[in-house]
Structure formats: C-alpha cells, structure tokens
C-alpha cells in the first residue's frame, strides 16, 4: 500500500472542489458588480 498516492488521489479533488468553490465566488462577484454598474446606469439615465 503506497501511502504517498493515497493521500495524491484524495488530495486531488479536494484541492479541485476548492479551485472550483473559488471560481464561482468570483464569477457571482463578478455578475454582482456588473449588474451593480447596469442598474447605476439605468438609474442616472432615468434621473437626468
């Protein structure tokens, strides 16, 4: 029993699961601050 790969296999897709989480908190930040900019600019059009 190799130990070694063991732990390689397991690590394996939590490290991707965390590269995954990661992604998509910057993909929502990403779609909030776009949507952010979009209602300011809808807001000060309708204000001017």
Do not use: E, K, Q
């Amino acid at each position: 029993m190799d130990f070694g790969s063991l732990t390689a296999a397991i690590g394996i897709p939590f490290g991707s699961a965390d590269l995954v989480l990661a992604g998509i908190i910057d993909s929502v930040d990403y779609v909030l601050s776009g949507i952010t900019a979009v209602a300011g600019n809808v807001l000060s059009s309708f204000g001017s």
